[in-house]
């Protein structure tokens, strides 16, 4: 039987600086404020929600860095337009994912957490196991999403299937039917994953992952209110 003092070194092995929820709070405020702040305030969002990935997802840093870096030249140079009409299209996709570059990389953070942690945050505040369980999913398989794009990209490779920016519509086949497929198989394994952590017991659930609220939570939701005001400020003036 596991003593307290075992369970108490358990808890504090990870160091939890940000509470799950309230990076969720300033995602929400950052998809609000994306296409209507000032660049100023938009760079600020950037700035912060870098920092927030390099303490939770720091192997994830510098693609993040450097994909920022390369979108921000593309669309405020404007490269695009030189190709023609595709250009144009493809310049308001790739301005649309810039503005929201601070949701991007705030996502990519949050998988930084395990699906015990986020479900054991959420549910600390008092969501309904259904809500814990579809952010947890979420952000827990963006990764997983990821690998799956790799392994069809290389399938379709390997068949000489030739994936396009400039063929958008054949792109988006071969890229979606595999991918309900390998959702499909995906599916099976993250139901009993969720029915192994206990999901359908009825009694009050516990965890080793004590993940409570701290200064910096405040500091950032209070940030992500002030920037909202500053923005209604500017935009009546």
Not at 36 to 59: G, N, P, Q, R, S
Not at 137 to 154: A, T
């Amino acid at each position: 039987m596991m003593k307290n003092g075992d369970k108490k070194s358990i808890m504090l092995r990870k160091k939890y600086y940000l509470h799950p929820l309230s990076i969720l709070i300033f995602m929400t405020i950052t998809s609000i404020l994306g296409f209507i702040t000032t660049d100023t305030i938009f760079y600020l969002m950037i700035l912060l929600a870098f920092v927030i990935e390099l303490f939770l997802k720091k192997d994830q840093f510098l693609k993040s860095l450097l994909f920022f870096i390369i979108v921000y030249f593309v669309v405020n140079e404007k490269l695009l337009y030189t190709l023609g009409y595709w250009g144009g299209s493809l310049h308001t996709m790739l301005f649309v994912i810039y503005r929201l570059s601070p949701l991007i990389i705030l996502s990519k953070a949050m998988t930084g957490f395990t699906s015990t942690e986020l479900m054991s945050a959420y549910r600390k505040v008092g969501l309904q196991d259904r809500i814990c369980i579809g952010i947890a999913i979420f952000f827990r398989f963006l990764p997983e999403f990821r690998q799956r794009m790799k392994e069809i990209r290389e399938g379709a490779r390997l068949r000489g299937l030739k994936i396009s920016l400039f063929h958008p519509l054949r792109s988006l086949e071969l890229f979606l039917v595999p991918m309900m497929f390998k959702g499909l198989a995906l599916s099976d394994t993250i139901t009993a994953s969720i029915i192994t952590k206990g999901i359908e017991y009825e009694g009050e659930k516990t965890n080793y992952r004590n993940i409570g609220f701290s200064i910096f939570d405040g500091v950032l939701i209070g940030i992500g209110i002030l920037l909202i005001g500053v923005t209604i400020w500017l935009k009546i003036l």
